[in-house]
């Protein structure tokens, strides 16, 4: 059989809320054109993130009911600890409310508070938003290390996400005393959602080992990643997901771990740390923020949730509907003339807003206009990953189409497709924006703009 069909059934349904383009104009302007800002019961199809926006199981809904809410050592606790380190292979586990929660522990841990962490370098193939920032926070720069192949979007290539060893080996000969981790991002989230070769992730293993520093993945698309190298790396075609997942984080020191992608819940996160002295510390760190070390700022329910979540998530038959309904999105696109990353990641297809919009340049953020067009033309809310989002660090000017996982059938997908199509026939008739009010170093979230 050819057709790939989504491999559940719909037992519990929300409705969304149709609105005319001309309601959605009042609400981007009452926005001041802020996708973030707007409510989402004026989202018809909600592609800003695949970030806890998915659909859990009836086996995880059944699961919140079993939580057990003891403060210490709930039995919750004890069988997402099971999980976790049956599939990743570590013994020291802490679970957090959510990914940035291990960040900000990890690098406060590793580098200190300013001005501790200043003059270090944390090198990984792209850093995510919140990544960056938590360094940054830190005194630290975060250098994004991607090969020349990962930064161009039109090439096709099995492994675009890989960190270029050449680069990494350049900075560690250089400034060794300087970096202390690096980092490997599973699947590269802010170059396409593009996946890293066991191979890559070897070879920085090795380079780490010759200059004696801890290798750490970002591990929140884990499950994407693997099913992208049993499908793309030579020899590793008739392995399980579940061994290859088992391999990449046998490679690494430590990973921080989002679970609100592959963990398929709507919160929660993991810090795995293989060094018992930098575990402790991290637990302390844990206690004075997120709460006791045996729940992390979660519910029981919610540790209930994500050990089932992190089970589901490397079934076979999941994960090839997963990446193929990705795809799907993207080769439609591809037909219908619109340039995107290539190949399609596994969690989003992303489009190439500089491409779509020759005629508005970086600096009046090609991004946000395709964004707020796909909104108010077709109420799709995407995500711009520009320079709106990462300002002179920005490798490309994206907008990108996040699949929540299990959420949206074919015909969603078909509408998405119309939607862009449409406004991709008129795009010369977009025009950029400047933002009038920022804050922060995450801006995207809050800035307003005002179109040129
Ligand atoms: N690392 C990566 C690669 C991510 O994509 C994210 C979140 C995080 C870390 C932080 O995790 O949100 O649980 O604190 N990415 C979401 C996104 C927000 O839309 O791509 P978090």
Redesign the pocket.
Known sequence: MKTIIEPFRIKSVEPIRITTAEQRHRHLVEASYNLFRIAARHVMIDL?????TGAMSSEQWAGIMRGDESYAGADSYHRFLATVRRITGFDNVLPTH????S?RILFQVLLGSPPAGCGRIVPNNAH?D??RANIEHCGAEAVDLLTDLGRCPTEEGPFKGNLDVTALERLLTERADDVPLVVV?VT???NGGQPVSLENLRAVRDLCDRFGKPLYL?A??FAENAWFIKQREPGQGARSPRDIVLDMFSLADGA?I????DGLVNIG?VLLIRDPATFAEAGDLLILTEGFVTYGGLAGRDLEAMAIGFTEVLDEDYLRYRVRSVAYLGEKLLAGGVSTVRPPGG?AVYIDAAAFCPHIPPAQFPGQAVAAALYEHGGVRA?EIGSVMMGEHAPMELV?L?IPRRTYTQSHIDYVVEVVLEVHHRRTDLRGFRIVEQAGSLRHFTARFEPV
């Open positions: 800003l993130t695949d970030s806890g959510q990914g940035r929660a960040e995510f919140t990544t991002t590269c989230n802010t970002d929140a698309r921080m989002s679970a609100k992608k996160g969690h995500c990108r996040a």
